[in-house]
């Protein structure tokens, strides 16, 4: 008998789509809903408002808002199951009304739990938690709660927009971290381009972002997932930088997914790749500068790494292979 799973997840970067597929793979018929594209003009603004000028009154407001369209659609669906991707924005309204409805309940965060609202785990409580996060899981398991720690991972059926970037490439946020290392790499001599609406030059982008410092080297807007997996997988190499996080980003494994050659900053990627087969990891900004110079002259071979990376990924890290853990806690 097929059983019906209520998918509720942000819209961000449309992974609930690569969630979903995964989850009807393994014979769930799923109903979806993406809480913060609740439709309205007026809610969409207010919501983007609320992430960009928090003020306590708008933000509860906005919850209440969104918490009302999501327990709408769970009553709709009345599901098997309901699984919860990330969900902070939601009220305490939303779980109580999940918890009433008697089914399995499993949250998926893949950001640091500090990053979400500060009652988000005793509202979640009454369910299932799995986190990107090693350091999360032990921290919510020692209080007590059911989690677990599941990383995060590549959609496999995802459109790639290629096209071929003679260059080292960053997407993403721009830190001081990345901007230090990007800058760096252009003194060097080695090309670089970055994309994402904090580098971009265009005046609308300056102006939202209060960053009106422009870059010395090539920069776009914000680019589309299957954009972005294009220019990874056509870049000379493609910088994955981490600031502040204990878990992997999607990158990690989206990088390798397309074939791309990852210069990643942490030797504990490990855990998922080998290290100068499937990525290159570099240790401060000396270290990167040489390893990309060695790319941009062609003195480090790097089809075979591309191979590999790719190969590893499809094998291991798909959303299909996470959903079938997750499945396992549900």
């Not at 942490?266 to 000396?286: H, K, N, Q, W």
Request: charged share 25%.
């Amino acid at each position: 008998m097929t059983k019906n799973l209520l998918l509720v997840s942000p819209a961000f970067q449309d992974y609930w789509k690569a969630m979903s597929a995964a989850f009807e793979a393994q014979g769930w018929t799923v109903h979806t809903h993406v809480y913060d594209q609740p439709g309205p003009f007026f809610a969409r603004t207010a919501n983007a408002v609320s992430h960009s000028l928090p003020h306590p009154g708008v933000t509860h407001r906005i919850a209440e808002y969104l918490t009302d369209l999501a327990i709408s659609r769970l009553q709709q669906v009345r599901p098997d199951a309901v699984v919860v991707i990330r969900g902070d924005q939601l009220s305490a309204r939303w779980w109580d009304a999940v918890h009433e409805h008697r089914v399995p309940l499993l949250t998926w965060a893949y950001d640091e739990i500090r990053r979400m609202r500060d009652d988000f785990v005793e509202n979640a409580r009454i369910g299932t938690i799995a986190t990107y996060s090693a350091p999360d899981a032990d921290r919510l398991q020692a209080d007590g709660v059911d989690a677990f720690y599941l990383p995060n991972a590549f959609d496999q059926h995802s459109h790639v927009e290629h096209r071929r970037v003679r260059a080292t490439t960053f997407i993403g946020a721009r830190y001081a971290n990345r901007e230090q290392a990007l800058l760096a790499l252009h003194a060097a001599g080695v090309p670089v381009v970055a994309y994402g609406k904090t580098w971009s030059s265009r005046l609308t982008d300056r102006i939202r972002t209060r960053r009106f410092r422009t870059m010395p080297f090539v920069t776009h807007p914000d680019i589309s997932r299957a954009q972005a997996y294009g220019v990874m997988s056509g870049s000379d190499a493609t910088l994955n930088s981490h600031w502040n996080q204990e878990g992997f980003t999607m990158r990690t494994f989206e990088a390798c997914g397309v074939g791309g050659v990852q210069l990643i900053d942490r030797a504990d990627v490990e855990e998922f790749y080998e290290p100068g087969t499937e990525v290159l990891t570099y240790s401060g900004t000396d270290h990167l500068v040489d390893l990309c110079t060695r790319i941009a002259r062609g003195a480090l071979r790097t089809d075979p790494i591309r191979v590999a990376a790719q190969k590893r990924t499809l094998a291991e890290h798909t959303f299909d292979h996470r959903i079938r853990v997750l499945l396992d806690h549900l």
